[in-house]
């Protein structure tokens, strides 16, 4: 089976709540790229994600600590990639 051009429609969220739409072209070995670049990120967060999941109960410090980060993500406070990488020390 021969691929065509293949055209997505992808939604824009505009400020202004006006619905745009932009098409897309990709042929058939971009769009294989793009997929297996999405597999591999999602094995990646996977990954992550079981490595920072606790293995045990938390204790009363870090239900604390956990409380105090949610309140600062509500607040929208946040911190750079960078500056939290140098508070770990690594």
Do not use: H, Y
Request: hydrophobic share 40%.
């Amino acid at each position: 089976m021969v691929w065509q051009n293949l055209i997505w429609r992808l939604p824009l969220n505009v400020r202004s709540k006006v619905d745009s739409q932009v098409t897309v072209t990709v042929n058939e070995n971009d769009l294989k790229l793009v997929l297996e670049k999405l597999d591999g990120v999602k094995l990646e967060i996977l990954r992550l994600r079981a490595m920072l999941l606790p293995e045990g109960k938390t204790t009363e410090e870090e239900e604390a600590e956990i409380k105090a980060a949610e309140k600062e993500i509500e607040k929208g406070q946040k911190t750079s990639l960078n500056d939290f990488i140098k508070g770990l020390g690594c």
